[in-house]
């Protein structure tokens, strides 16, 4: 008998036990094994994750059923059952590009790891059986291109006619539209999936709670947005709320220029230039050297006190906070990047105060500039703006810094990959889910993304062969790999590394050749 024959006979079986069933105890036991076996079954087909089977058995035992609840039953089941039919399974990514596996010892060894994936799930590449000369990065080179905002002023309309003046603070609402701030427009505006500018909030230069641009802002730094799509701005010594609808109002501070806990309007906020917003909806902030929290509520409190930090809050002090999957605060200032934990321990993990010029390397000894934003994927790949290197880095997991986009050169918003690309003053940074990077340069709202993972290395002196592993994953059980041999060929020619005069051969009377013994190394 087949596996699908023997699953119809135990099904009918079950299903004859419910149907003649005494006792509601007896009936809802047979219902709970039918629903089990039948769920079983059916995730089994559909590929569905092990706890999507789980959840529904949960729910229908949470209930007492009754005879009169049997026909809803078996339509949420039918339901359920196509639902898991009609699932496709997880497809597994594809490596598409093959292997550089031949290079001269004398030429640096590059190879583009491209893959992709059927069901557009995001990949995580890694390596293993690297040898020392050879490094390999998921995110080496970003191609950036310029997506809106190709001339500095103030217009609405399509992509390419749309105009900015120093956008910032860049957020994705529910519907995949970006939200930003346009600073020296005083407005807030938003740009659809499909390129169309317009104005959300905002008009002339002011102060004014109200409804789309019946709202005036003025000195607007940072802003967040929660589950449903409100926006919290910092803006002339408030926060500020705006709902979906545009309805402007005032969330929290009266104005003054200082920085006291409080609620609502009796709180004061003063100098913020980051702010942050977890999952349940609690806002982070940094302002003269403290780190304040401010519940949904609109209740402020001191969060990391400015001896925690080593910072006066009596001085101004410009730093940049970002959310970690961990759950801990990434918070930069002074050209370094630490860590704050939950117990607020505060941990260096990269840069150094004595450096002024951006310098790639170990986390520790790198080097930045001017870091203005950040952003972290759920790997926990920190992505940084240096904006006075005009560059966007990357600090990894694994403790390592590179510049993935940007030439450095001031004025420079040409499109290209990685060195090639001009981001001149880049500000501010947004991750979407597919890892896909937006950046404010000056007026351009730029897109970078990774077409490609990098295996590269300098062999010279290395001839031999090498064995490396790739791996790409997409985070639901669904890998590729993909194994080959490297070899490098010795092409450097022999040079002298030493001289030694060994002898001086007498011919007769007069000198004669002077003999000398040649040491060669490669």
């Avoid at 589950?227 to 705006?242: E, P, S």
């Avoid at 040409?414 to 001149?424: E, F, I, K, R, Y």
């Avoid at 991750?431 to 490609?452: E, G, R």
Wanted: charged share 15%.
């Amino acid at each position: 008998m087949t596996t699908v024959a023997k699953s119809a006979v135990i099904l009918d079986g079950l299903l004859q036990k419910i149907l003649t069933a005494k006792n509601s105890t007896l009936w809802n036991h047979a219902l709970s094994l039918y629903l089990e076996y039948i769920v079983f079954i059916f995730s089994r087909i559909g590929r569905l994750f092990p706890s999507s089977k789980v959840c529904c058995i949960r729910l229908f035992r949470m209930f007492n059923f009754s005879n009169r609840a049997l026909p809803l039953l078996f339509i949420l089941l039918s339901f359920g059952s196509f639902y898991a039919i009609g699932q496709s399974p997880n497809q597994d990514p594809v490596i598409n590009s093959a292997p550089v596996t031949t290079v001269n010892d004398d030429q640096p060894y590059r190879y583009e790891v491209a893959a992709t994936d059927a069901d557009g799930d995001v990949l995580q590449f890694s390596a293993t059986g690297l040898p020392d000369w050879l490094s390999f990065c998921g995110y080496c080179e970003g191609s950036s291109t310029t997506i809106t905002g190709y001339t500095i002023g103030f217009k609405d309309g399509q992509a390419a006619e749309a105009e900015f003046r120093s956008p910032s603070s860049l957020v994705f609402d529910s519907s995949g539209n970006i939200l930003l701030l346009d600073n020296a427009n005083n407005r807030i505006r938003k740009i659809a999936p499909n390129g169309t500018v317009s104005t959300f909030a905002g008009s002339s230069r002011g102060f004014a709670d109200g409804t789309g641009t019946e709202a005036r802002f003025y000195n607007m730094n940072d802003m967040v947005i929660d589950k449903d799509d409100n926006l919290f701005v910092y803006d002339n010594n408030r926060i500020r709320k705006i709902t979906p609808a545009g309805v402007v109002s005032t969330f929290l501070g009266n104005g003054n220029r200082i920085n006291r806990p409080g609620v609502g309007l009796g709180a004061a906020v003063n100098n913020v230039t980051s702010m942050v917003m977890d999952e349940v909806g609690d806002i982070y902030f940094f302002a003269n050297g403290v780190i304040y929290k401010v519940t949904p509520e609109a209740e402020m409190s001191i969060y990391v006190p400015s001896e925690k930090l080593g910072l006066n809050e009596n001085i101004f002090s410009y730093a940049q906070l970002a959310l970690h999957p961990d759950g801990s605060l990434i918070y930069a200032i002074d050209r370094t990047i630490s860590r704050i934990s939950k117990d607020l321990e505060v941990t260096l993990i990269a840069g150094r105060t004595s450096s002024i010029t951006a310098v790639d390397g170990p986390a520790l000894e790198a080097g930045f500039e001017s870091i203005t934003d950040m952003a972290i994927d759920p790997q926990g790949n920190i992505f940084i703006a240096d904006r006075g290197a005009h560059r966007i880095r990357l600090l990894s997991p694994e403790g390592i810094v590179h510049s993935i986009a940007g030439n450095g050169q001031s004025f420079s918003y040409v499109d290209g990959v990685g060195a090639q690309a001009g981001l001149s003053s880049v500000r501010s940074l947004l991750l979407d889910d597919q890892n896909q990077l937006y950046a404010t340069a000056s007026s351009h709202i730029k897109k970078v993304t990774f077409p490609y993972a990098l295996l590269q290395g300098n062999p010279l002196g290395q001839a031999g062969t090498y064995n490396p592993v790739l791996k790409v994953a997409d985070g639901k059980g669904g890998e590729a790999t993909q194994s080959f041999s490297i070899q490098v060929v010795d092409n450097t020619a022999p040079r002298p590394e030493s001289i030694t005069r060994a002898e001086t051969i007498i011919l007769g009377s007069n000198p004669g050749a002077v003999k000398f013994n040649l040491t060669f190394s490669e």
